[in-house]
């Protein structure tokens, strides 16, 4: 069993940088694939962030590239999203996701283990 819980979302400007962390639970942290989403009100849940166990690739949809950043680190079993330039837009519920597989990452489907999310609000 993986437990996941995330931390460090909040209210921020516009402009504003915040910094999610994911605490994994779990022998097996290391070999899991780790990935971020976020659901805005009345919305679908979105692929943010993803990177697999090694850490050396990761995986982003081409309208975040540059301003958001995941890694991993696996001796503290802590997965975390650096998130600059924030803008109003990016408000939402940012969860943490555990994948068992290495592909497909950009899918909810294909995550096996979820933590309950981290409120950010980015006021303008």
């Known amino acids: 069993q993986v437990q996941l819980v995330e931390s460090g979302g909040g209210l921020v400007q516009a402009g504003g940088s915040l910094r999610l962390s994911c605490a994994v639970s779990g022998r097996t942290f290391s070999t899991y694939a780790m990935g971020w989403f976020r659901q805005a009100p009345g919305k679908e849940r979105e692929f943010v962030a993803a990177?697999?166990?090694?850490?050396?690739?990761?995986n982003y949809p081409d309208s975040r590239k540059g301003r958001f950043t995941i890694s991993r680190d696996n001796t503290k079993n802590m997965v975390y999203l650096q998130m600059n330039n924030l803008k109003p837009e990016d408000t939402a519920v940012y969860f943490c996701?555990?994948?068992?597989?290495?592909?497909?990452?950009?899918?909810?489907?294909?995550?096996?283990?979820w933590g309950q999310g981290t409120q950010v609000t980015v006021s303008s």
């Open positions: 990177i697999i166990w090694t850490g050396g690739s990761t």
């Open positions: 996701a555990a994948s068992r597989g290495p592909t497909l990452l950009r899918l909810r489907a294909s995550y096996d283990y």
